[in-house]
């Protein structure tokens, strides 16, 4: 039996487009199982509590349960580098924060990029955090911390919860745009932070208004400002940044969704749309405003405009990190 020149090529073609055939039908019948979405935090966490709420209205947009896998260690990376590595097919998505995809660039040697290995998909949530101090310091008001600051280099102290964490990253920030400098001070966590601010061991603190709020009204600590361009719903008392006197000052610890590089457009697409859908609904609105959080804005919620305020984000606090030489080994 003999087959024609034309023929064997027409069957070597007919074979090559079969994972491009495949891909397509995939794409087009995406969803069809559960999708894993990596978290590279503890449960009960504020990444974790935003994944949950988003990814449980997602679920009715998509059709498909979301199970969110925490994967915590190694301040995180062990979660990225699960999601970076995985089959770029739209089942496994990775949801976290500023602190894992762009802390954690600057201060460990990854061997991945987070600009170009992951595909933007939405931001979450942003939440802003207070300018916090110990109730006897001698500054009413942030015009006065600020002139308090100054007026005391290097010897202010600043408590975080722990090297390169969201408070100590912040911190960095603060000390450049004023023009000095702190004495870091590390705790096991916010909270341990918190109580020695109570007992008034150390001078100041950025913590999201989330978790630092009822402390704040309890009026054991003083809240100056809040960094962001609004005054908080649950706050309206507390000025921002810009009625303050430090305008433009924003920093907050924001969550957002990414997909493995490699994964169909149509894909990254739907995930969007199920993403948006979730942010929009009033319900996950409220549940996000009950724990501090603000709304991305319509442009932060496309792919592209994720993407950009990524990048713009990294390029921004990559070199506060590195100046201050927190990359480890």
């Known amino acids: 039996m003999t087959i024609s020149r034309r023929r064997v090529l027409h069957l070597v073609a007919s074979a090559a487009a079969l994972p491009l055939l495949s891909h397509i039908a995939n794409a087009d019948t995406y969803p069809s199982r559960t999708i894993t979405a990596i978290v590279p935090a503890s449960a009960g966490g504020p990444t974790d509590t935003i994944g949950r709420i988003i990814a449980q209205h997602m679920q009715t947009t998509l059709g498909q349960t979301i199970v969110i896998e925490n994967v915590g260690g190694a301040s995180g990376t062990i979660g990225t580098n699960r999601v970076v590595r995985a089959t770029p097919d739209g089942y496994t998505i990775g949801i976290g924060g500023v602190n894992h995809y762009v802390v954690n660039g600057a201060v460990y040697p990854l061997q991945y990029d987070f600009l170009k290995d992951f595909l933007p998909i939405s931001m979450l949530a942003s939440g802003p955090q207070l300018v916090l101090s110990r109730n006897n310091l001698p500054a009413t008001n942030f015009k006065e911390l600020l002139a308090w600051l100054k007026a005391n280099p290097d010897g202010v102290t600043f408590a975080t919860g722990g090297v390169a964490s969201p408070p100590h990253i912040s911190g960095l920030a603060f000390q450049k745009e004023i023009g000095t400098k702190f004495q870091f001070v590390p705790f096991r966590g916010t909270a341990p932070a918190i109580q020695s601010m109570i007992g008034g061991h150390v001078d100041i603190i950025f913590d999201q208004a989330s978790s630092t709020l009822p402390v704040v009204k309890s009026g054991t600590i003083r809240a100056y400002a809040v960094t962001s361009k609004t005054r908080l719903a649950s706050a309206p008392e507390i000025p921002t940044v810009d009625e303050a ?54 442009e932060q919620q496309t792919p592209e405009g994720f993407g950009a305020f990524h990048a713009a984000e990294i390029a921004k606090l990559w070199p506060i990190i590195k100046g201050a030489g927190l990359t480890q080994e």
């Open 245 to 298: 006197g430090l305008p433009g000052f924003y920093v907050s610890i924001w969550q957002g969704m990414w997909a493995p590089k490699g994964t169909p457009k149509e894909i990254v697409g739907k995930l969007n749309a199920a993403a948006v859908a979730a942010l929009a609904d009033p319900q996950v609105q409220g549940r996000l405003k009950e724990i501090g959080q603000e709304l991305p804005t319509r």
